[in-house]
């Protein structure tokens, strides 16, 4: 089966930069797309299609994707942009399957 | 404002199914080139991607789970729900329901908690 898979923690220290990482073999045909969940609540999109920020969302969180990775990157972390990300994305079969990664828990301290 | 909201029992006997709506208010889910859909997170664990409905009616699912589970949507009362058939305790998890085009629409319910136990 399709796997995404991404780095379990990554932790940073307030205004610097954090880079997500997210490698898939189908997603250099497939749009990544990322979500953060912070504890206890629903997930929100921070990007969608590899590097569009949806309305409402921080210039600081970008996205980009090359090869077979997708990089999700917060220029300046802040202390509230503590939580897990996920990243989403379809396998490359035609059957629009969609698979989340592991999730990469953020640290900003 | 657009929200979805799950609801459904919050316990589930072990080889029973589990039942699931979600309602949305705010907006009509009459809409072309959009999606609903199902997501799972057991408690302290990762998102799973259960299944999706598009509004063609075409339906994909989870492999791992697609021999078991059912998505419809209903339009006339602005719901969608999903059926687990034949639980265990594996399936225990909070349940999300999705809405998305797939692009910058994205919205989700704020999840319900289902605990599969005799």
């Known amino acids: 089966s399709y796997e995404l898979t991404q780095p379990p923690s990554v932790s940073v220290s307030p205004g610097q930069t954090a880079r997500i990482t997210c490698s898939g073999d189908a997603l250099p045909k497939k749009y990544a797309y990322w979500y953060q969940q912070k504890s206890g609540q629903a997930p929100v999109l921070v990007i969608y299609?590899?590097?569009k920020r949806p309305s409402g969302i921080p210039e600081r969180f970008s996205g980009s994707s090359s090869g077979t990775m997708a990089t999700l990157t917060i220029s300046g972390a802040q202390v509230e942009d503590e939580a897990d990300y996920y990243c989403y994305s379809t396998d490359s079969s035609g059957n629009l399957s969609v698979v989340f990664g592991g999730g990469t828990k953020l640290t900003v301290l | 404002q657009l929200q979805l909201q799950e609801s459904g029992p919050g316990l589930v006997k072990p080889s029973e199914t589990l039942s699931l709506t979600c309602t949305v208010s705010?907006?009509?889910?009459?809409?072309?080139?959009?999606?609903w859909g199902w997501i799972r997170q057991p408690p302290g664990k990762g998102l799973e991607w259960i299944g999706s409905?598009?509004?063609?009616?075409?339906?994909y699912y989870n492999p791992s789970l697609k021999s078991r589970v059912t998505i419809s949507v209903d339009t006339s009362k602005n719901q969608f729900s999903l059926k687990l058939s034949s639980v265990t305790a594996a399936d225990t998890a909070v349940y999300y329901c999705?809405?998305?085009?797939?692009?910058?629409?994205?919205?989700w319910g704020q999840g319900t908690l289902v605990t599969v136990s005799s």
């Open positions: 705010g907006g009509s889910i009459s809409s072309s080139s959009y999606y």
């Open positions: 299609e590899d590097s």
């Open positions: 999705q809405w998305s085009s797939g692009s910058d629409f994205d919205y």
């Open positions: 409905i598009y509004y063609s009616g075409s339906t």
